[in-house]
């Protein structure tokens, strides 16, 4: 089970840390993601982190702007993201998949975390 938090209203330029909580003993066996679904468009590929952490992947759209990170003794994964744009305003989901890498396609997904909610206005 993925418990996903830290979502929230946030100014352009601000910056807002997304975490997502698994429960079970084998949190290290999943490749980590982000993804985000704004009103009206498809589910989309933010940003991916291998089991151990050593590799992350990013769309295009959030390269330099946000970071993915991981802490297996905690069972959590992070977003941390920056310099926010009102394009970034979406429902953002954690997303692991067994043995996964840190490239990830919703398809291949094995459990998904409820959405947070990120909105970027002024």
């Known amino acids: 089970q993925l418990q996903a938090s830290g979502g929230g209203l946030v100014q352009p330029g601000g910056s807002l840390r997304l975490s997502c909580a698994a429960s079970?003993?084998?949190?290290?066996?999943?490749?980590m993601g982000w993804f985000r679904q704004a009103p009206g468009k498809e589910r989309e590929f933010v940003a991916g982190?291998?089991?151990?952490?050593?590799?992350?992947y990013y769309a295009d759209s959030v390269k330099g702007r946000f970071t993915i990170s991981r802490d297996n003794a905690k069972n959590t994964v992070y977003l941390q993201m920056n310099s926010l744009e009102p394009e970034d305003t979406a429902v953002y989901y954690c997303?692991?998949?067994?043995?996964?890498?840190?490239?990830?396609?919703?398809?291949?997904?094995?459990?998904w975390g409820k959405g947070t909610q990120v909105t970027v206005s002024s």
């Open positions: 997303a692991a998949r067994w043995w996964g890498t840190a490239t990830m396609t919703s398809d291949g997904v094995n459990y």
């Open positions: 079970g003993r084998t949190f290290s066996s999943y490749g």
């Open positions: 982190i291998s089991r151990s952490g050593g590799s992350t």
